[in-house]
């Protein structure tokens, strides 16, 4: 399945990586029946990378092009992810330390600076999600995830966002 999650990162994520480093908000969603591969379109695997590894892969590759490399510092770009998740209408902050009972005033943004630290978060966060068996599949996430990939480029002064939504699956 690696050629179609290469298909959709070429098809739709390109243009979108590009608007974002441009300053553009922008949104991505998942939806469709349980089993249908929502998350295995947004997250993929280690050996099939699906849009978000490959989109924050790319926003590092872009934003690091678009700086000369002999002049990067960390003041030149930021790029951050958090990944939430919406259960029984209570939002959870995935990538936290330790859960809360309630939820926190904001959520935690790790800075990414390559593709595996984006990759391993992801994972991270993957295995802490609500996660229930419906007949059309064993271990179908019940919650809605939100992964948004923040850049912030202070000497253009832009700061977008791109949300990637992975919509829990209705039964059929």
């Known amino acids: 399945m690696t050629s179609r999650h290469l298909q959709i990162y070429d098809d ?3 243009d979108i990586e590009e608007a974002v480093v441009l300053g553009y908000n922008a949104c991505v969603l998942a939806y469709g029946q349980s089993g249908s591969g ?3 379109t947004i997250l993929g695997t280690q050996d099939a990378p699906g849009l978000a590894p490959r989109m924050s892969a790319g926003l590092l ?3 690091q092009d678009r700086y000369r490399p002999d002049d990067i510092c960390a003041s030149d770009f930021s790029l951050t992810l958090s990944l939430v998740e919406i259960y029984n209408e209570r939002v959870r902050d995935l990538l936290a330390p330790t859960p809360c009972p309630r939820p926190p005033p904001a959520f935690t943004r ?3 600076s390559s593709a595996k630290e984006a990759w391993s978060l ?3 966060g993957q295995a802490c999600r609500s996660a229930a068996p419906t007949p059309s599949h064993a271990h179908s996430s019940r919650s809605h995830a939100l992964l948004t990939l923040e850049v912030v480029q202070p000497h253009a002064h832009t700061r977008s966002a791109l949300t990637q939504v ?3 699956g209705s039964c059929a």
């Open 122 to 124: 992801l994972a991270r």
């Open 61 to 63: 590759a872009r934003l």
């Open 110 to 112: 790790h800075a990414v």
């Open 166 to 168: 992975d919509l829990a």
């Open 12 to 14: 739709l994520g390109k």
């Open 38 to 40: 929502k998350t295995y």
